[in-house]
């Protein structure tokens, strides 16, 4: 089983729609993460989350909202939709180290497409 | 100017091959780095974290130059399975300043 897992794995959906992403993870970390990836582009964070009451807006959280249900889940939601949305999601977690050298571990990404 | 500049590629090279990126970052105070390799539309897996002394991981070489804020990836004796995208990742502390570059993409031919 996938050390964090996404789902749903493809959604289309159209303008105006809202449309939520859930990311569940079994690696124990507290910090987690919502990014965005577009063709050309480096992954764009969206929000992250370093424990349960703890959120915090990225580069690009415009159009977007979070909610960190637990320690293992953090959602992602669109709550109107629009194309330039358009986009592959993934959800990251991870653990802090001594030294700085932290390391991020994906779920498999969700390709949302706003019609 | 981008935060991590990478050349977008392709690299188009044979099996056995030895090829070497190159990545570039803005922020001097930066703290930590990476090479992430991502297979088409899949997540981006740590490749290697980048140390100031260098290091190696089979055919795989990392260096890094605070210097000229300059990290490189060199692969040598290139495989097929090698062909994917090589993010450079740049973390400027505390976690959540990670920097993505837009990646360089290999393709291994035999």
């Known amino acids: 089983d996938a050390d964090v897992t996404q789902t749903p794995r493809n959604r289309i959906t159209k303008t105006g729609k809202r449309i939520m992403l859930e990311c569940s993870q079994t690696k124990g970390h507290d910090r987690m993460y919502w990014y965005r990836q577009d063709p050309g582009l480096g992954l764009r964070l969206i929000y992250y989350s370093f424990d349960v009451k703890d959120i915090n807006k990225g580069e690009i959280s415009d159009g977007y909202s979070v909610s960190r249900q637990a320690q293992a889940k953090f959602s992602l939601s669109l709550e109107s939709a629009i194309p330039n949305q358009t986009a592959l999601y993934f959800c990251?977690?991870?653990?802090?180290?001594?030294?700085?050298?932290?390391?991020?571990?994906f779920g498999s990404g969700t390709q949302l497409s706003v019609l | 100017r981008k935060e991590v500049e990478q050349d977008p590629g392709p690299f188009n090279v044979p099996e056995g091959a030895t090829v070497a990126f190159n990545c570039t970052y803005s922020n001097s105070a930066s703290q930590s780095f990476f090479w992430y390799r991502q297979d088409c539309r899949k997540e981006p897996k740590l490749l290697m974290s980048v140390y100031s002394s260098g290091n190696e991981d089979g055919r795989f070489t990392a260096q890094l130059n605070r210097a000229s804020q300059y990290i490189s990836l060199l692969i040598r004796d290139s495989k097929l399975s090698d062909s994917a995208t090589y993010l450079c990742?740049?973390?400027?502390?505390?976690?959540?300043?990670?920097?993505f570059g837009a990646g360089t993409r290999l393709f291994v031919k035999a």
């Open positions: 990742v740049v973390n400027e502390g505390g976690g959540f300043k990670t920097i």
């Open positions: 990251a977690t991870s653990d802090p180290l001594q030294g700085g050298n932290e390391k991020l571990f």
